[in-house]
């Protein structure tokens, strides 16, 4: 009998192994920090003909590598997109930092810092046919050659000028007895990226969170969008190799300002009871279908020893009126950025007119997998997990939901390698689905 057993046990299993079982194979969710990358700093993702390529301070005696990806979670280094070593490229002396590339005019142009020969860090310009590269400098400096000045950062404005904003270094910017980075814009021409007119202060430290007070303080890594006619500077403050390094965010109806910082600044902050020690110097990014927004931020890879040491990592973002709202910073499994359309803020918000429970994906899993159901009504849910002899083992859910789409992330860690059901219990409906536990 105990023979008849196992052997009906081990026919369940294969006969579910040929069944198909969408999205086998594929990730559906991601975990901070993304890529298997340490070492790097400052990330910044351009998304271009469906590929995305990061470019990050990397290797900051000679250069910049850069990442590529398909999805936003999973990258590939290419190798050194800026190398110094390279005929026409050997005006920096080090201190490689926060490069940026746009596709602007049919090129791809990368801002970078790097250290002049006379000791101050200033910001160049280089472009590339290829968003790989390798990118060859063209103006070395691209500002005014007495500033220091550091972490460029391209809008074009929808008439098509572009804005260069940057962070007025405080190595060399004294500020009422004080090392202040300040971020400023500069204006540039359309097509030749000249800096036209005078530069304009934008913010600097004026916050409790970004202590003003202090000798040395910052306000650096600009990151300009414009959503609904509005302008908004993302910015990190604070000593980078520090946990309180953060971000936080200004407002403007014009490119120049004024500006006016969120009052609930920072939006994205240390949390380490999960990890997360000084996330910042960001940029923006959307899904591979462009239905949600990203935002693409580094922490610290130790964070009980806080250094220039830091991993990429993103996080959705999103805008509620006129107010930018970040979720994150996350360490738990998160659904993958939508490729189908469906972006899972905006399901989160859609109203449903009928009761839905989806298999489990991915299906087979080991240990993580997430169930989504819908209801289309306020009403108290409870979903309940079963081994095949209808034994109760785990109630994954047992209380009032509203109505829309719900998600629950299962870890099955616990648990031994078999098949189980998961019963949905909502009202008068009632829907239940097998998972499979692979170890």
Not at 309 to 334: A, C, E, H, V
Not at 394 to 416: E, M, P, W, Y
Not at 420 to 428: A, D, F, H
Request: hydrophobic letters at 35%.
């Amino acid at each position: 009998m105990k023979k008849l057993i196992i052997y009906g046990f081990i026919f369940i299993i294969f006969l579910f192994a040929a069944l198909p079982l969408d999205g086998y194979g594929q990730d559906s969710t991601y975990t901070n920090p993304v890529g298997n990358i340490s070492g790097i700093g400052d990330p910044f993702v351009l998304k271009h003909d469906g590929q995305y390529y990061m470019y990050c301070t990397s290797e900051a005696s000679r250069g910049f590598k850069v990442w590529q990806s398909d999805d936003l979670v999973n990258w590939v280094e290419k190798g050194l997109a800026f190398d110094n070593g390279h005929p026409g490229n050997g005006w920096g002396t080090g201190d490689f930092w926060a490069p940026e590339v746009i596709f602007y005019d049919g090129v791809f142009y990368m801002t970078y810092s790097a250290r002049a020969a006379d000791g101050k860090l200033k910001i160049c310009l280089a472009k590339s046919p290829y968003p790989l590269g390798p990118f060859i400098n063209i103006k070395t400096p691209l500002l005014d050659s007495a500033l220091t000045c550091i972490d460029g950062n391209f809008l074009i404005d929808d008439d098509g000028t572009p804005y260069l904003y940057y962070s007025k270094d405080c190595s060399d910017n004294i500020v009422n007895g004080n090392n202040v980075s300040q971020i400023y814009v500069q204006e540039m021409t359309p097509h030749s990226l000249e800096p036209t007119g005078d530069p304009v202060f934008c913010i600097q430290p004026s916050q409790p969170w970004e202590h003003p007070q202090d000798s040395w303080q910052w306000n650096e890594g600009p990151f300009a969008l414009k959503h609904n006619g509005k302008y908004y500077l993302m910015y990190s403050a604070n000593y980078y190799a520090s946990a309180d390094y953060a971000i936080g965010y200004a407002t403007s109806s014009t490119p120049f300002g004024p500006w006016e910082k969120f009052s609930g600044n920072p939006v994205l902050a240390k949390d380490l009871s999960i990890g997360v020690s000084g996330p910042g110097h960001n940029s923006v990014t959307t899904s591979p279908d462009d239905s949600e927004m990203f935002v693409v931020y580094h922490t610290h890879t130790d964070p009980n020893a806080p250094s220039g040491d830091r991993q990429p990592n993103i996080d959705r973002m999103y805008f509620s009126g006129d107010t930018l709202k970040i979720i994150g910073p996350t360490r738990s499994p998160q659904p993958m950025p939508s490729s189908d359309g469906t972006s899972l803020i905006d399901a989160k918000k859609k109203i449903v007119n009928k009761f839905r429970l989806w298999q489990n994906y991915p299906n087979p899993f080991n240990p993580v997998t997430v169930i989504r159901y819908e209801i289309p009504l306020a009403d108290y849910v409870r979903l309940i997990l079963y081994d095949t002899t209808g034994r109760k083992l785990r109630t994954l859910v047992s209380r009032k939901q509203k109505a829309g789409l719900h998600s629950v992330i299962f870890n099955g860690s616990d648990l031994s390698a078999g098949i189980y059901l998961y019963r949905l219990q909502s009202g008068r409906y009632s829907e239940a689905r097998k998972l499979i536990l692979l170890k």
